[in-house]
């Protein structure tokens, strides 16, 4: 763990923590896994210890008509209604106004990997530099969960491959090595 | 726990891989991943990591009768458990599928080859053998358990020492180790597993299949073989058909494989060996790396000292000093004191707060009975003080009620006079007396 005072006077501190665990929490946006059907609802694994629920109405534009093409095995990206530790956790894709503002189904290619909660969190600060470099060198889509799981899909196999595995390593390396490893990527 | 599912997305990402003979990690179709070998402090124990799967691997014997169908050789014990750390689907005490083949397949590669020489097990025929017994625990699962585990039994067999044993007539002295050097099991050859992981029937095969590609594949072919290019054993599961040829080139990719391995192999033992000899640091401690940098390494700020002195002095000078400290007790009767006059009740009107402190009044008074009655000896000027009723809350629920060592607990107080002194101690023990007959 470590900390940060936030600049602000009265010192509120944000305390750090390195864990690969997911809690759910409600208002994460996180990847999910569908796992069963189970009539009006869909099961989902979320990386807690329960599995998460997810209505076929909870997405945009969906009507009793009109349901979401969704299979087994599917990834969908939501965020947690209803998470606390006495009830399985809810996930929706809509925000409060009904639209879909990113949420709902995963496209079909790309690959999904999993990484620790703080990488994710670093990842998700509003200026990193992971991802500003990392788009100097092939464009790409990708999708962060909160659970620790990320999506990529980049134009070809070798490269999504080179990006997932910088991601991965950039828990471990220091911003000097990761600069070279592009580099010398770049340079290729 | 459940395992968890595996998305179309990653099957069909892997598959496409696959056909483009590409791995997740960047490694070539054949390559095998890092094998790491590290050895405890006993003999006979030593954990294997292949890539991130680890497996622990430890040997014990034991001095027991033999078989009666085989009264002159040793008996081998091979077990192979799957910790729960390792991986989320595996529950501790469920016989799966996967543990039996594994556990079958260890059997085979370590016992039917014939790799130690029972006969050398044996001490006394028919009476006394030693029984070898392996013990292998998989620590964390990334794919290809079958590989780092073959590894860890075959170097932890090698590693071993056993007890020496001299045998005179009829007696059998087992020495221990201090007395004499422990001796290492008679092993003739070593055989290693390598697993072969097959995709889209059989066209495209990858060595040392890691997790996920264990996952998406269509079955697997295990080859056993030692340096010599002799096959110990071969097992094909998940219903694939093979062709001649394919089998033929896996032996050959096979024995390739082994011959490095157990090159590997060879140069750790003998560098445990030369650590031990010349006294050096060995174990698991030793090769567990202490440093590691993890996304949150922040460069280490720089504090300016220059002027701590004399910004620490301001400070103490600013400051109020401390709040006199009230020592002295206020005695309201025989038996019960007051420190100080708390400070006011914030809690509002909470009946439960109420009665706790009345409790703890009456509990408080009996445990300061004695020490109370020295000081009452002392302060009679205080006698006056306690007619002053102490206001601690505007509350009329709250009343500080003191008990009377005598009488009753009344909700008025009372005054002590010096007279009642004498007799309140011997009233006091019979007031306590007779509550503990009540009870």
């Keep these: 763990a470590g900390g940060g005072a936030t600049g602000v006077a009265g010192g509120a501190y944000w305390v750090d923590s390195q864990q690969k665990r997911y809690v759910p929490v409600k208002g994460d946006h996180v990847i999910g896994i569908v796992t069963a059907k189970a009539g009006d609802v869909f099961k989902l694994d979320v990386g807690g210890s329960e599995q998460a629920s997810l209505s076929y109405l909870a997405f945009e534009g969906a009507t009793k008509r009109n349901r979401p093409n969704v299979q087994v095995g599917d990834l969908i990206y939501g965020q947690f209604l209803v998470a606390n530790k006495d009830m399985e956790p809810e996930m929706v894709c809509i925000d409060s106004s009904g639209r879909s503002s990113g949420m709902g189904i995963i496209g079909q290619d790309g690959f999904l990997f999993k990484v620790s909660l703080g990488l994710i969190r670093k990842l998700l600060a509003p200026k990193c530099e992971i991802i500003q470099e990392l788009s100097q060198l092939y464009p790409f889509e990708l999708v962060l969960g909160m659970n620790g799981r990320i999506w990529v899909k980049a134009k070809t196999v070798q490269q999504t491959l080179i990006i997932v595995n910088i991601l991965e390593a950039c828990e471990y390396m220091t911003a000097e090595q990761r600069k070279q490893a592009l580099a010398k990527l770049s340079g290729n | ?439």
């Design chain 2, 1 to 439: 726990m459940k395992a968890t599912p595996l998305s179309n997305c990653e099957r069909r990402f892997i598959l496409r891989a696959v056909e483009e003979r590409k791995r997740l990690d960047g490694r070539q179709c054949y390559d095998y991943r890092n094998v790491r070998i590290s050895f405890g402090a006993d003999y006979g124990c030593c954990i294997v990591e292949l890539g991130k799967t680890r497996v622990l691997a430890q040997v014990s014997c034991e001095l027991v009768p033999p078989k009666p169908n085989r009264p002159t050789e040793g008996i081998l014990f091979f077990n192979l458990e799957l910790s729960p750390m390792a991986a989320p689907g595996f529950e501790p005490g469920r016989q799966t599928d996967l543990l039996v083949k594994l556990n079958r397949l260890i059997e085979r590669c370590l016992r039917n080859s014939k790799c130690i020489d029972t006969e050398s097990l044996c001490v006394v025929a028919g009476e006394k053998v030693w029984q070898i017994r392996l013990d292998l625990h998989l620590l964390n699962h990334d794919g290809n358990i079958i590989d780092a585990a073959s590894i860890a039994g075959i170097v932890a067999l090698c590693h071993f020492r056993r007890p020496d044993v001299s045998v005179q007539g009829e007696e059998v002295t087992v020495y221990t180790p201090e007395e004499r050097d422990p001796v290492p099991l008679s092993i003739h050859h070593m055989p290693i597993c390598v697993s072969f992981a097959f995709f889209q029937q059989g066209t495209y095969l990858l060595v040392d299949p890691s997790e996920r590609e264990e996952r998406v594949m269509d079955g697997v072919l295990v080859i056993a073989m030692n340096k010599h290019r002799e096959i110990c054993t071969m097992q094909s599961s998940g219903g694939i058909m093979l062709i001649k040829d394919q089998v033929l080139r896996c032996s050959k990719i096979t024995a390739v494989k082994v011959a490095e391995i157990t090159e590997l192999i060879q140069k750790a033992l003998e560098n445990d060996q030369k650590v031990r000899k010349e006294g050096g640091k060995f174990g698991f401690a030793e090769s567990i790396p202490n440093q590691k940098i993890t996304a949150f390494k922040m460069e280490s700020a720089a504090v300016d000292t220059n002027h701590v002195e004399e910004q620490a002095e301001e400070i103490i000078t600013k400051a109020d000093p401390p709040s006199e400290a009230f020592a002295k007790p206020i005695l309201h009767t025989p038996g019960t004191a007051q420190i100080g006059e708390g400070i006011e009740n914030c809690w509002g009107d909470l009946e439960e707060s109420d009665r706790e402190e009345a409790v703890e009044e009456e509990d408080e008074s009996e445990a300061t009975a004695l020490e109370c009655q020295k000081m009452e000896t002392e302060d009679t000027m205080k006698e006056t003080k306690k007619d002053e009723p102490i206001v601690l809350s505007d509350s009329e629920e709250e009343e500080v009620v003191i008990l009377e060592p005598q009488e009753l607990p009344k909700k008025t107080r009372a005054r002590t006079n010096s007279k009642q002194e004498n007799t309140s101690k011997k009233a006091f023990n019979k007031r306590r007396k007779k509550k503990r007959a009540a009870h």
